[in-house]
Structures are given as structure tokens and as C-alpha cells.
């Protein structure tokens, strides 16, 4: 690096943002994540000794320290450190960096540690590139991600890796970090009379939702806004704090995790009778952007499967909420969406509808059972074939039911639905008891054992091979 070189990098460190000039240079600056750093634990053992024991991935919420981290690692580490972004490089960067660490290697006998961040964002082929120099040793890595590794990182290089989880920082680490870059003289607002109120420093910090980068920006742009009075003081109230950062940032990735989990914790909220709960998350995920027709057809979806016919209302109240937020949309539209969402999760809950994929499972089983003929269609081959024969109209008898035949014969007396007692099904159960037996003397059957029901992770199996159809 020449004098110019040198010049412009201590110039570029000095305009950079308070966030990156605050960021830590070694472990005694490093705040939160003591369940990883803490005293005595195994990565700060590891980093302090300059021996990581085998390639890292770090994953978390932005603004928890994962990319700081690894620059610690840097700082520390006595081999050479090499970073590049998974966003800007690809294969020929990874190529160039790898033919490095060979030769110095070969020549050196120095050892290479490669910082990817964003890791996720490489697609297979790129991860599968890095893979074996991985494994035989050429380059330690440190992947950092904000998604989950076990699903957006291929297995192989999971399997090489230790994973650590980063968590969203909490009020104190976000207020120690806050009141670091005013004290700072170097690289922060030390030597300036910046006078941060309590409660704007309280804004500041619960505004920032444990997102340390989010709550430095929103201080750099409240000091650097605010005009200093004569006596040269920066005065930092509520009211500046609040225009600095005016909305909490909330992490919602709509392919990610957030995304998945929270429609979950609402999903799992309505079907377990929590309407306080459900409203809580159907907010965050409209506050965060998510698309409110995502969210009816899962609603609709848990009408069928969770309500069932304990309410067979759920499902007409559920498609009238859909249907009325395609005519109003947002900000309207959400009163259906909410109305929607109370009436199914203070509605009476049944299952059965997943009976379905026990009869579903047998024909996969043991293959579709034949017609009895006289159900057979009778309009085509009734002369020839007898199709149709000795059926009885239900309409034509006393009840409107008819104790005859409708299974497959070797099925007679297998039962797949078996109604709850909750709300409407439990009078739909005492007629459907009363038939049944009807039909029982009727056929001279006996009543076999009901077919058990399948567990949540039987159906989930089930389903994915059922083939998918377009809604259009």
C-alpha cells in the first residue's frame, strides 16, 4: 500500500458511518451474545487461542454482530484472512482465492481463512465449488447468513461446520452500544456535546428491536440533523429521536424464517383457541408487508382442517372475508381479515376432515376397491351389464336413508371418519352412530376396529403426494 492508498483508507475510515466506525475490533468491545462469547465459552475460548477448531457458519438478524464477529476473528487470528460477498462475488473470485491459499501453502506454509458473507445467497453449484477445499483443509470458513443454515446452506457443508446462533440484542447490549459511540472520542461523538435524553434514548432503543446497526444510524442521523446551540451543544430530545427513527424495524423476510415462523405462531395461535395471540401475529405480518391474501388462503386452509364441521360456518365466514378483501383492500380490508380470524379462533375445533387421507392411504395401500354394481352408473349398460341394479333411492324411504351397501366389499364395516363432539358435528356423530348400525344389521356385517388416525407428520407425508393443482 502506498502513501496515497494509505491516505484514502484512513479518509474512507473517517466518512465511513457511525455504525462501521464503531464496529468492534476485539472481544473486550463486543457486546451481547454472551451465549457464545461469553466468559469462558467454547468460540471465545477458540478465538482468543487463534484455534478454530473446524469452519463456523454464524447465523442471525441483521445488525446482531455476525459480520463484526468474523472481523474479530480477523483481528485475532494469525493466519491469512480473506472475505468476499456472496451477493457481488462468484465462482472465478472463489477460484482466485483458493489458488491463494494454495500457493501460500505451498510456499508459505501459512494457512487461509475465508469470510463469505451472506453465504445463502450462493447457489448450489457455487456452494458445491467451495466444498472441497473446505473439507481437505485449503480455507477454514466462516459463512455469516441471516437465513436458516440447515435449509439454505447445502448439507455437506453444514455437516463440516459448527453453526452458532446469533440472537436479536437486547435493551441493555443496545443502550451499552448507544452510549459506547457517544463516549468514543476516536470513531464516535466523544469529542462533540451530544446530550441524548432519557427518553429519547429509550425510543431509540426500543425502536430499534435489538438491531444494533439500526439503533447507531438512527443516533448519527439524529446528531448529525440537529443543529449544535452556541455554546457548541448537540441537544438530542424525544421529538428528534422519533423523526430519526419513526417505525421499528421488524425482520420479515417473506422467504425466509420470519416469514415461515410467524405465519406458524399464527396458524398454531388460531387452532388453539388464542384469539389475543392470532391478532398479535396477523399484525406484525401485516405491519412487516406480507400480503393479506397469503394470509386468507391460509385461514381458509385451517377452516377445513381445524374447524371442520364442528363450525361449518368457518369456512363460509373465511371465504366472505376473502372475497370481501378482494372488493376493499388495505386499510379497510383488514376489518374482515380480523373478523375472519376471531370467529376461527373462538370457533369449536375438529379434525376430522383428515380422514380423508386415511382413506387416502389404503388405496395407496392396497389399491381402489371394485364398484358394487349397483352403484355402477346405469344410464349406459344397466340392459347389458346389470349396472345399477337394486339400488334404492334414500329419498323414497322412511328418513331419507337407505342401510344398503357403499363401500368396496372387502372394506364393509371399516371406518375412516369418526365425528368429534364439538359444536355441529356432535349431532352430525349421533345420527351418522344410528345409521351405521342400521347398516349393519341390514348387510349382516360386523363393525371392525375404526381406522386410527395419522399423525401430523403421517398427513404432512401424505400430502406431498398428492399431486398439486393451479387455484388459477
Known amino acids: ?126 456452494q458445491d465449488a467451495l466444498l472441497p477445499h473446505v473439507e481437505n483443509g485449503t480455507v477454514l470458513l466462516i459463512g455469516a447468513t441471516t437465513e436458516n443454515p440447515y435449509f439454505e446452506v447445502i448439507g455437506a457443508l453444514v455437516s463440516r461446520s459448527r453453526v452458532f446462533q446469533l440472537h436479536p440484542l437486547g435493551e441493555e447490549q443496545t443502550g451499552q452500544i448507544l452510549d459506547a459511540a457517544l463516549a468514543d472520542a476516536e470513531r464516535g461523538y466523544g469529542t462533540r456535546r451530544v446530550v441524548l435524553d432519557p427518553e429519547a434514548r429509550a425510543h431509540l432503543i426500543a425502536v430499534a428491536g435489538g438491531d444494533a446497526r439500526n439503533a447507531l444510524n438512527a443516533l448519527e442521523l439524529a446528531v448529525e440533523s440537529t443543529p449544535a446551540a452556541k455554546n457548541g451543544r448537540v441537544h438530542i430530545t424525544l421529538d428528534v429521536a422519533q423523526e430519526s427513527i419513526q417505525r421499528r424495524a421488524v ?45 386468507l388462503r391460509r385461514l381458509i386452509v385451517l377452516a377445513g382442517e381445524d374447524i371442520g364441521l364442528a363450525d361449518p360456518m368457518g369456512l363460509v365466514v373465511t371465504n366472505a372475508a376473502a372475497q370481501a378483501f378482494d372488493y376493499i383492500g388495505l386499510p379497510e380490508g383488514v376489518y374482515p381479515i380480523v373478523e375472519a380470524t376471531l370467529y376461527l379462533a373462538t370457533a369449536p375445533k375438529s379434525n376430522s376432515a383428515t380422514a380423508y387421507f386415511k382413506a387416502f392411504e389404503r388405496i395407496e395401500q392396497e389399491g381402489a376397491g371394485e364398484v358394487p ?96 393443482t393451479s387455484t388459477g
Open 1 to 126: 500500500m502506498d502513501l496515497f492508498d494509505y491516505s484514502m483508507q484512513k479518509r474512507l475510515e473517517k466518512e465511513a458511518p457511525l455504525a462501521a466506525r464503531m464496529r468492534p475490533r476485539n472481544l473486550g468491545e463486543f457486546i451481547g451474545q454472551e451465549h457464545i462469547l461469553g466468559p469462558g465459552k467454547l468460540l471465545r475460548r477458540a478465538i482468543e487461542a487463534d484455534k478454530l477448531f473446524s469452519s463456523i457458519i454464524l447465523w442471525g438478524p441483521p445488525g446482531t454482530g455476525k459480520t463484526t464477529l468474523a472481523m474479530v476473528i480477523a483481528n485475532h487470528t494469525k493466519s491469512h484472512f480473506e472475505t468476499l460477498s456472496a451477493v457481488l462475488a462468484g465462482k472465478a473470485d472463489l477460484s482466485r482465492v483458493i489458488e491463494e491459499a494454495k500457493e501460500r501453502r505451498r510456499f508459505h506454509g501459512a494457512s487461509t481463512t475465508l469470510f463469505v458473507d451472506e453465504v445463502h445467497r450462493w447457489n448450489k453449484a457455487q
Open 373 to 468: 354394481n349397483h352403484l355402477k352408473d346405469a344410464t349406459r349398460d344397466a340392459v347389458a351389464m346389470g349396472h345399477g341394479k337394486g339400488y334404492v333411492y334414500p329419498h323414497m324411504e322412511e328418513g331419507h336413508f337407505a342401510p344398503q351397501q357403499y363401500l368396496p366389499t372387502p372394506l364393509l364395516g371399516t371406518y375412516f371418519y369418526a365425528p368429534s363432539s364439538e359444536g355441529y358435528e356432535e349431532q352430525a356423530r349421533t345420527r351418522l352412530e344410528l345409521w351405521r348400525e342400521a347398516q349393519r344389521k341390514a348387510l349382516g356385517i360386523e363393525r371392525r376396529e375404526d381406522v386410527p388416525d395419522l399423525t401430523q407428520a403421517e398427513i404432512d407425508i401424505i400430502k406431498q403426494r398428492i399431486k398439486p
Open 251 to 295: 425482520l420479515y423476510d417473506k422467504d425466509g424464517d420470519a416469514h415461515y415462523d410467524t405465519i406458524s405462531a399464527f396458524i398454531k395461535s388460531v387452532r388453539g383457541s388464542d384469539p389475543d395471540a392470532a391478532l398479535y401475529w396477523l399484525a406484525k405480518m401485516l405491519y412487516a408487508g406480507e400480503h393479506p391474501r397469503f394470509i
